[in-house]
């Protein structure tokens, strides 16, 4: 499988927020602190895209609750819980379209 790896957090006033591989894999390490992240749970979805077939696109999602520390530096992760944790069919909806459209093309139309 050759995907394309897309990183998307819900923000705490419920805003899409992507990062890039790179991005994330620092946030993770904790090389790179997100001080507006500070002491709050998030909402992450991962949205892998495979356009390896001629004429077929296998999306897999993944998602999870991020923690932050006092400083905004990534705690931890863990499987949703409270339906508060949980991304909702809107969010969820959102977030594939962005990811799929960066491989858009005029065969593709978007409902």
Request: hydrophobic letters at 40%.
């Amino acid at each position: 499988m050759n995907a394309d790896i897309r990183h998307f957090v819900i923000t705490q006033d419920g805003r899409v927020r992507e990062f890039s591989t790179e991005q994330a894999a620092m946030v993770a390490s904790g090389m790179n602190p997100m001080p507006e992240f500070a002491s709050h749970r998030l909402r992450y979805l991962q949205v892998a895209v495979d356009t390896e077939k001629v004429g077929e696109i296998k999306v897999q999602t993944g998602s999870a609750c991020l923690d932050f520390d006092d400083d905004g530096r990534f705690a931890g992760a863990a499987a949703p819980e409270k339906d508060e944790d949980r991304i909702n069919p809107f969010e969820y909806d959102a977030c594939i379209q962005w990811a799929l459209s960066k491989i858009a093309n005029s065969e593709v139309t978007f409902h």
